[in-house]
């Protein structure tokens, strides 16, 4: 069954440090979302994109954010300096088009630790 | 901006039991809702989608309804098992918008 993929697992950096998540979508989706999750708070929605640029994104979506779809398969998210307060689980979602019937698949997520 | 609250956090319940989780929402304007279950420290894997236009779905011991002129879904877990133990999160996606809100979740915790 495909599914949504994402590297790595868990990441550690240091404070003003650039870090690179990266997500693989499910082959024949057209929507890409990321979300982050700081511990026991909710999922919030960061970004999204379609057609190679950004439809929606969030009040946190700031200029050390950026998204990129370099290839025809991966979709990253790009923190240019970051932040204690980026700790946070981060999911990559995608959708196969933009009609009500259409489920989110999330990735499995990526743990960024910034010390 | 759209503000989603589930209720109860948390539910603890004997095995076998049914069981109701509420999801409310305060713009009506929706496109669809999903439900998902989130293991601990895990991705989250999609339940139910039901479109602005359904009243419910269904899947398996799992029923989602949706009230969207009063702001509100509920998933039914029928016949509960310990495997159900997971929190489940309801996410919104309003009329004309590519984002997505979510809720906090219900914890929910099924004792043999």
């Known amino acids: 069954e495909p599914e949504v993929t994402q590297t790595p697992s868990h990441q550690v950096t240091q404070m003003g440090q650039e870090v690179i998540l990266r997500c693989v979508p499910i082959?024949?989706?057209?929507?890409f979302y990321w979300y982050r999750q700081i511990l026991g708070q909710k999922v919030e929605f960061l970004v999204s994109f379609y057609n190679n640029e950004i439809s929606e994104k969030s009040e946190i979506f700031d200029d050390q954010f950026s998204v990129e779809r370099p290839d025809g398969s991966n979709f990253t998210l790009k923190i240019r300096s970051t932040k204690l307060e980026d700790s946070a689980m981060y999911f990559c979602?995608?959708?196969?088009?933009?009609?009500?019937?259409?489920?989110?698949?999330f990735g499995p997520g990526t743990r960024l630790t910034v010390l | 901006k759209q503000e989603v609250t589930q209720i109860p956090a948390a539910l603890s319940v004997p095995e076998g039991e049914n069981l109701v989780l509420n999801c409310s929402f305060t713009?009506?304007?929706?496109?669809?809702l999903q439900w998902f279950r989130q293991d601990p420290g895990k991705g989250l894997t999609s339940l139910l989608l039901i479109q602005s236009s359904q009243r419910e779905q269904t899947s398996g011991r799992l029923n989602a309804s949706l009230d969207k002129s009063s702001g509100r879904s509920t998933l039914y877990i029928a016949a509960s098992q310990p495997g159900d133990s997971a929190t489940y999160l309801c996410?919104?996606?309003?009329?004309?918008?590519?984002?997505?809100?979510f809720g906090s979740g219900t914890k929910l915790n099924v004792k043999p």
């Open positions: 979602a995608s959708i196969q088009e933009a009609s009500g019937y259409n489920e989110q698949f």
């Open positions: 082959s024949n989706h057209l929507y």
């Open positions: 996410a919104v996606r309003p009329g004309n918008f590519n984002k997505f809100y």
């Open positions: 713009d009506s304007a929706i496109y669809n």
